[in-house]
């Protein structure tokens, strides 16, 4: 018996622009995917689906890229890009 699994099928979005020192919402969307990470700029990594960053600063602009898996096939959505802009002093 040979068993075929489904690669599952996954894409990124997030509520960018930003300006410093406001929560980053990152979405993962996925089809079946049983676990999930995240990869972005300055060293960001995260295992949830929907991670937030708080208190963000620019140094979190960049691209960040999804991957989901499902009975060990795995699928890395299109990278979205972020925006951190720096908020103005008053």
Do not use: E, K, M, R
């Not at 075929?4 to 929560?23: D, K, L, W």
């Not at 990470?37 to 300055?42: A, K, L, Q, V, Y």
């Not at 960049?62 to 898996?69: E, I, L």
């Not at 009975?71 to 802009?85: D, I, L, M, R």
């Amino acid at each position: 018996t040979v068993t075929v699994n489904p690669v599952p099928t996954a894409s990124a979005s997030s509520n960018t622009p930003q300006c410093s020192g406001g929560t980053l919402n990152l979405t993962g969307s996925t089809d079946i995917g049983t676990s999930f990470s995240w990869s972005g700029p300055n060293g960001f990594t995260s295992n949830s689906q929907n991670p937030s960053i708080s208190n963000v600063t620019t140094a979190a602009s960049g691209p960040y890229t999804f991957t989901a898996t499902a009975n060990g096939c795995s699928f890395t959505s299109a990278p979205t890009a972020v925006v951190v802009n720096q908020t103005p002093s008053a």
